[in-house]
Every structure is written in structure tokens, then in C-alpha cells.
């Protein structure tokens, strides 16, 4: 049984950084493609980044880039997203995100994802 699990989300203050990161288990994902997105209540779940199988391309969101870091440890099973500068609206649940086959990083709508986390809230206070 293929299991993501996020950790590390929390509450922290504007201007500020935390790490979110993402085990999986049931299945190694070293050659597939695996991603954030986060969702607000009443709103949608956005893509936030996505990177590689192998981890050297990724792609943001206009909203984080610059600011966040994604990236992965496939010994680990593992994929990271490292959040600098945060800002009141990044508040929001953050889910990992798993493809069963795609590798590249071009992978931004939350249909092409077919294994997910049960989310971390991550809460920036102005």
C-alpha cells in the first residue's frame, strides 16, 4: 500500500522559514515525478512546485518562486520543500504529491498526481 506522509508544517511568523517534507512508502518513486500543492478552505488545491524524478528540474508557482525550494532524496523516498520569506497567504494544508509513471518536472495540475498525503497546515502570522 503506497503511503505519503507530510511532516513538519506549523506556525510561524511572517518573514520567516519552515521545512515541510514528505516520506513515502509502498512503492520507491526514484523515477517518477513528485510535487507540492496546498489548498485554503473554499478555494481549490493549487500547485505550488513539482520536481524531477531524478531531481535536477523543478518549476514553481509564480506566487513562491524565489522563495521556495524543492527537492528530493530518492534513497530516502523522500521530497522536501524547503519555504523562505513567508507570507500570511501561504497559509494554507500542503499535500505531497506522487506520479505513478510521468518523470519530468512539467507536471502542474493536481489530475496528473495519482498518490497523495493526507496534508500539514502551515500557518504564517502577520
Known amino acids: 500500500q503506497v503511503q505519503l506522509v507530510e511532516s513538519g508544517g506549523g506556525l510561524v511568523q511572517a518573514g520567516g522559514s519552515l521545512r515541510v517534507s514528505c516520506a513515502a512508502s509502498?512503492?520507491?518513486?526514484?523515477?517518477?515525478?513528485m510535487g507540492w500543492f496546498r489548498q485554503t478552505p473554499g478555494k481549490e488545491r493549487e500547485f505550488v512546485a513539482t520536481i524531477s524524478s531524478s531531481g535536477g528540474s523543478t518549476r514553481y508557482a509564480d506566487s513562491v518562486k524565489g522563495r521556495f525550494t524543492i527537492s528530493r532524496d530518492n534513497a530516502k523516498n523522500t521530497v522536501l520543500l524547503q519555504m523562505s520569506s513567508l507570507k500570511p497567504e501561504d497559509t494554507a494544508v500542503y499535500y505531497c504529491?506522487?506520479?505513478?509513471?510521468?518523470?519530468?518536472?512539467?507536471?502542474?495540475?493536481?489530475?496528473?498526481?495519482?498518490?497523495w498525503g493526507q496534508g500539514t497546515q502551515v500557518t504564517v502570522s502577520s
Open positions: 509502498g512503492r520507491t518513486f526514484k523515477t517518477n515525478a
Open positions: 504529491a506522487a506520479m505513478k509513471y510521468g518523470s519530468s518536472a512539467s507536471y502542474l495540475r493536481e489530475s496528473d498526481y495519482d498518490y
